[in-house]
């Protein structure tokens, strides 16, 4: 095999292995639970399923955060961001 086909045999095998493995634990909730630096604040102040203690008032809640500080998320993202909330730390029935 020469030396380019090698190459380019080994470019496509790992993009296709990273692709993959990215989609499989890449929840797009997480990934705009990151980009909009929430944590920032909620590391201070966890997510608190006793206070937040249905799935609806998870929706409300960051809806409120993206209202009060004007981080500019669309509903669909809002729904992203609670699931992958629910599913990490509340675990509230839909
Ligand atoms: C500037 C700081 C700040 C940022 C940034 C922020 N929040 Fe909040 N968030 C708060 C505060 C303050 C509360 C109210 C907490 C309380 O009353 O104890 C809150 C409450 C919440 C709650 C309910 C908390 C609970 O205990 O159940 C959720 C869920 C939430 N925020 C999600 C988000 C998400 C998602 C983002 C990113 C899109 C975000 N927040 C960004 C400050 C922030």
């Known amino acids: 095999m ?23 634990e890449l929840h797009p909730g997480k990934v705009l639970h990151e980009d909009n630096n929430c944590l920032k ?3 201070d102040k966890p997510y608190n399923p006793v206070k937040t203690d249905t799935y609806p008032k998870l929706v409300k809640s960051i809806r409120s955060c993206n209202d009060n ?5 669309f509903d669909d993202e809002i729904e992203e961001l ?13």
């Open 2 to 24: 020469k030396k380019a086909t090698l190459f380019l045999t080994i470019t496509t095998l790992s993009t296709l292995f990273l692709s993959h493995s990215a989609f499989a």
């Open 69 to 73: 500080l004007g981080i500019g998320l």
């Open 41 to 43: 604040c909620h590391v």
């Open 82 to 94: 609670a699931d992958y909330l629910n599913d990490t730390y509340y675990q509230h029935k839909k």
